[in-house]
């Protein structure tokens, strides 16, 4: 799979792109009746500098899975408010007692905006060309997260199609909904992966036309005519009430809040959240600023407790939760409003479990463990046990606020937190290699089984951080959690499962949230019917202009 970057603070502020409101339309306020016609400028953070790509299966970038969303239709949808699962180019389904296959009945009258039928045959067709992709990519393709143990697909007569899986798979159906699973012409699958990530062939049976990508540079989407099959979580089951939406993309953050608030946009969408005074500015000149937490995993610091690493102690673990302020930092680095984190998991990922209680800021408490374990304040007021000095080695590609703030916080406990500058060599080898004492990553998913990807080593995206991340009965005991939430078809077993783990965790040591991942919107005036999907991404069945 393109591998998910595992960043640091200094590159962490990147990673945000979503806590607020759910996916009730705003913007602009009522404005009256729905009106058609007009284009949408949508200004992004840049393209993929390494990886750019408009495929569904293949592309992680947030970005390029928000404009895939208004393209590409799915098989479910996910409803943004509580979790569940709806219909969308599938009517019903059926998962088989055994969790290994599941049956889905097909919409009737569905196309690609080429004129080809979605049908059993094209849905079997995709998930033969989904496990194809992760064949010939090795694993590369971020779908591929999606899929696991789909063995292959069955037509069991046009509007019937069976998806088979070697195990089952409590996430599966959650998958069905995403971007990544979005059911495209499956002839694109005669194409190389390369060539589908330029956009050729990528046809999808959505509200909008891919009409051309040019990576780093814009996307453009047309309204589809006859389209009449949208999910009962839009109001407009028809066609879009826009004429066309283009998308570009725009590295500055002030350049782009300035282009909203002159009129030159219609949406700012940021990969950081905006500034105190950019958010002010939005608002002054008449504009709106909608935001929805990313679920998944929260931004999350991660330690090396391997042999011979200081976080390999328990009781250090235990004090460095305490030692973070978590409210200072989110104020901080973020402004005033930002959302404190509470958990392990963003608070709009399904089965999020908050842990506030155990993750308020207790430097006392820290001492008293730091005390326990024989760490000792010297004279420069850092600790020291048997002559070597509480260092934490905390790699980053920059420095930064957030960074710095966390380095100043724990040094109130006496633990020297050392801001090691990467370079781009290193930024390649240095989890491979063990050295660090503290990294961290987040997984953007509206499923909690996003963390498997970090934690469990059979399948995580970098083996030698899960391996790391705790001691040899923590990992048992993880890969146990996972088992029980995944491989089954008790829904309740998983809601207990994903429980226990969360608790485990925060418990043991074994997670670090920082802070949770907000996607903000600057919305104009005009514009009318913004949601956020699921993911978090835009959402544009229901947009109009004025």
Known sequence: MQKLRLLTTGAALLALAGCGGGAAPAGGGDGGAPKSGGTLKVSYFPDNPTFSCIDPFQVYWIESRSIIRNFADSLTD??????????????????????????????????????????????????????????????????????????????????????????????????????????????????????????????????????????????????????????????????????????????????????????????????????????????????????????????????????????????????????????TYATTVFGATYPVVQGGFNSTTPFYRPQADKLGYDPDGAQRALDAAGWIVGKDGFRYKDGKQLLIDYPTTQFSAGSELLQAQLKKVGINLSLRTLTTAQQATYLTNGEYDLTGNYFTRADPGALQFILNPDVANSKALARRSAPPEGIIRIQDLFTKALQTTDAAQTRQAYADLQDYLIDEGITFPLFERVQKAGVSSHVHGFAFTSESFLKLNDVWKD
Request: hydrophobic fraction near 35%; include cysteine.
């Open 78 to 327: 996910q409803d943004p408010k509580t979790g569940e699962i709806v219909p969308w180019l599938a009517t019903s389904w059926q998962i088989s007692p055994d969790g290994l296959t599941y049956t889905f009945k097909l919409r009737d009258g569905v196309t690609f905006s080429n004129g080809k039928p979605v049908d059993a045959q094209a849905v079997a067709d995709n998930a033969a060309g989904w496990i194809a992709t992760v064949k010939a990519t090795n694993g590369a393709a971020f779908g591929a997260s999606y899929v696991q143990g789909l063995t292959g697909a069955k037509v069991v007569d046009p509007k019937t199609v069976e998806l088979q899986l070697s195990k089952p798979n409590s996430s599966f159906l959650q998958a069905t909904s995403t971007t990544n699973l979005a059911i495209t012409d499956p002839s694109e699958y005669q194409l190389t992966p390369a060539e589908r990530c330029t956009g050729k062939g990528v046809v999808g049976s959505g509200q909008f036309v891919l009409d051309h990508y040019t990576a780093k540079v814009e996307t453009v989407l047309t309204r589809r005519a006859g389209y009449r099959w949208a999910s009962s979580l839009s109001k407009n089951q028809g066609e879009a009430y826009l004429d066309k939406v283009v998308f570009n993309y725009i590295a500055e953050d002030s350049v782009r809040t300035g282009n909203l608030t002159s009129g030159a946009i219609d949406i700012a969408w940021p990969r950081n959240p905006f500034t105190p005074q950019d958010e002010q500015l939005i608002q002054r000149t008449g504009n709106t600023v909608e935001q929805r937490s990313l679920p998944g995993v929260s931004y999350t610091l991660f330690a090396n407790t391997a042999d011979g690493h200081v976080l390999g102690d328990a009781q250090v673990r235990k004090a460095l939760n305490k030692a973070i302020d978590r409210k």
